[in-house]
C-alpha cells in the first residue's frame, strides 16, 4: 500500500515536470515593443471620410521596392454622389502606388482605365500586372496585360490575344513566360519565348491543376498544386512538352496547403500546412527536401496564423490573439520567438511581408493609414 502510494506520488510529480516542461517549450515566446513599426498616409483624391481605393494587392519586390494595386472605384462612387449622376464603372482608373524606401513613403499613377488586379515580377526584376476593362455599353471587359522593364516607372500593353479572361501570369525572365486564362469554365495555358510577342498553347492534360498561384522552379518547370480525389498534391508542368509530373508530399489527414512562400534569401519554395478543424503548431512544408517541418507555435481557432514569411534562418508571421493581431519573428528557425505589438488595429484586408522584417498592413480604424515594420539589421 505505501509502495502504491509511493508510486502515485512520484507518478504524479513525473506528469507535473512533464506538463512543466511542455508549459516552458509553449513559453519561449518574448513580448517586445518595438521601434520599427510607423505609419505611411495614403493620399486621398477627394479628401472625403470613406477610402478613395479598391486595393486588390500588396507587392513587396525588394528591401525597398514595392508596390500597391487596385482602382479608384470609391472615389468614383464618392463623386457620383456629390455630383448627383449615375455611377460609371468606366470612369474607375487603374490605380498603383509606388514606394522606393520600403513604404515609408508612395507615389500614385494611374495606369489608365480599369483596375489592377494581380501583380508579379520575374527573376530579371520585370514586373507584370493584370488590367482589366469594364463592360460599358459600347464595349465587352477587356484583359490586357501590362509590363515595366524599370521597376515600374514605366509601363507598356503586351501583345496578347483579346477576349481573352486572364487568371495569372507568371515570366521566368523576360522573354519566358506562362499566362493561365478560362475559356467555358475551363483553365489553360498559354506560354511565350519571346516576351510575349507571340503565344502558343501548351498542351497540359491534366484537368485537376491550380494555377493561381504557379511558380517557375527553373527554367524549363513550373510549379502547382493539384488537388484530386481528397488529396492535396504539388506537380511539375515541363514548360515545353506540356507534361505533369505529380509530387505526393503525404500530408496528415485532412491538412491542406496555403499558397506558396518564397524565401527571399535562398529562393528555396514553402507552403504553410493547416487544418481548420484542428489546433496545432505552425506547419511549413519545404518543396525543396519534401519535408514537413513543425513549429513551437500554436495555430488554433482563438490564436490563429494570418501569414508566413521566411528568409533563411528568419521566420515572420502576422497571428491574431483572440481578435488582436500581433507581429512574431524568429532569427533560429522557430527555436525562440519574439512577439510585437502594431501601432493600430489591422484590418481585414491584404498584407505583404518581405525578406527579415519588412511588413505592411492596412489599418482597421483609419483605411489611408498602412502601417509599415522596416527590415531588422
Aim: charged share 25%.
Amino acid at each position: 500500500m505505501i509502495l502504491n502510494s509511493a508510486y502515485s506520488i512520484a507518478l504524479s510529480w513525473l506528469i507535473i515536470f512533464i506538463t512543466s516542461c511542455n508549459s516552458i517549450a509553449k513559453k519561449n515566446i518574448k513580448n517586445r515593443n518595438s521601434m520599427h513599426w510607423g505609419i505611411t498616409k495614403i493620399s486621398s483624391e477627394t479628401g472625403a471620410n470613406s477610402f478613395d481605393y479598391e486595393f486588390n494587392q500588396y507587392f513587396i519586390q525588394d528591401s525597398l521596392t514595392g508596390y500597391i494595386i487596385g482602382d479608384n472605384s470609391i472615389a468614383e462612387m464618392y463623386r457620383s454622389i456629390i455630383e448627383k449622376r449615375v455611377l460609371k464603372r468606366e470612369n474607375y482608373e487603374a490605380i498603383l502606388f509606388k514606394t522606393q524606401d520600403g513604404g515609408v513613403s508612395f507615389r500614385k499613377r494611374s495606369l489608365g482605365k480599369g483596375s489592377l488586379q494581380k501583380i508579379t515580377n520575374d527573376n530579371e526584376k520585370n514586373l507584370y500586372v493584370i488590367q482589366y476593362n469594364y463592360k460599358t455599353a459600347t464595349l465587352p471587359k477587356r484583359y490586357r496585360i501590362m509590363y515595366s522593364r524599370d521597376l515600374g516607372e514605366t509601363w507598356q500593353e503586351m501583345a496578347f490575344p483579346q477576349g481573352k479572361k486572364i487568371e495569372t501570369v507568371q515570366f521566368y525572365n523576360g522573354l519566358k513566360g506562362v499566362v493561365a486564362i478560362e475559356e467555358d469554365g475551363m483553365f489553360k495555358l498559354l506560354k511565350t519565348k519571346d516576351g510575349g510577342k507571340t503565344w502558343e498553347e501548351l498542351p497540359v492534360k491534366e484537368t485537376s491543376l491550380n494555377y493561381y498561384s504557379m511558380q517557375f522552379i527553373n527554367e524549363e518547370a513550373l510549379y502547382v498544386y493539384n488537388s484530386t480525389e481528397g488529396l492535396r498534391q504539388t506537380a511539375t508542368i515541363n514548360f515545353t512538352t506540356g507534361k505533369v509530373k505529380i509530387h505526393n508530399p503525404n500530408l496528415p489527414k485532412g491538412y491542406q496547403f496555403s499558397s506558396f512562400i518564397k524565401d527571399d534569401s535562398t529562393g528555396s519554395l514553402y507552403s504553410e500546412v493547416s487544418n481548420y478543424k484542428e489546433d496545432h503548431d505552425l506547419m511549413l512544408y519545404s518543396h525543396q527536401t519534401n519535408e514537413l517541418i513543425s513549429y513551437n507555435i500554436e495555430n488554433s481557432s482563438e490564436q490563429y496564423i494570418i501569414d508566413v514569411t521566411v528568409s533563411g534562418e528568419y521566420i515572420g508571421l502576422l497571428r491574431a490573439d483572440k481578435g488582436i493581431v500581433s507581429y512574431y519573428y524568429s532569427r533560429d528557425k522557430g527555436e525562440n520567438w519574439i512577439r510585437e505589438k502594431m501601432p493600430e488595429r489591422l484590418s481585414e484586408s491584404y498584407a505583404a511581408m518581405y525578406g527579415k522584417g519588412l511588413v505592411w498592413v492596412k489599418s482597421a480604424f483609419n483605411l489611408y493609414n498602412l502601417q509599415v515594420r522596416k527590415m531588422d539589421n
